[in-house]
């Protein structure tokens, strides 16, 4: 088991950026993809981002390809969810998770929150003006 920590959430207007962090600890970090969802009141849990364990594949939601950056600093424990360009639709609890295993995972398989072994706390994006 992986315990993660998000933190980097707040307030922004629209058009502006913001940089989430997830800082695990317990087990060996670069033995876990990465995922980022979201969850916005009312709504189901949806897939963001995810990144293989070595950082070299990376997955993206439609609607965030373009304007959200993955990414992982193995040495650090931390992986990364950068966001430009954000929109008021962006406003969401922003949750990292952790799929255990050193090897493949296809895109469709990161993209199902049911996949995924460890979850953080959440932390709360609003986007508004």
């Known amino acids: 088991q992986v315990q993660l920590v998000e933190s980097g959430g707040g307030m922004v207007q629209p058009g502006g950026s913001l940089r989430l962090s997830c800082a695990a600890s317990g087990r060996t970090f670069n033995g876990y993809g990465m995922g980022w969802f979201r969850q916005a009141p009312g709504k189901e849990r949806e897939f963001v981002a995810a990144?293989?364990?070595?950082?070299?594949?990376?997955y993206y939601a439609d609607s965030m390809k373009g304007r959200f950056t993955i990414s992982r600093d193995n040495a650090n424990n931390t992986s990364y969810l950068q966001m430009n360009s954000l929109k008021p639709e962006d406003t969401a609890v922003y949750y990292c998770?952790?799929?255990?295993?050193?090897?493949?995972?296809?895109?469709?398989?990161?993209?199902?929150?049911?996949?995924?072994?460890?979850w953080g706390q959440g932390t709360q994006v609003t986007v508004s003006s």
């Open positions: 998770a952790a799929v255990e295993g050193r090897r493949y995972y296809s895109g469709t398989y990161l993209m199902r929150p049911g996949n995924y072994d460890d």
């Open positions: 990144i293989s364990w070595s950082g070299l594949s990376t």
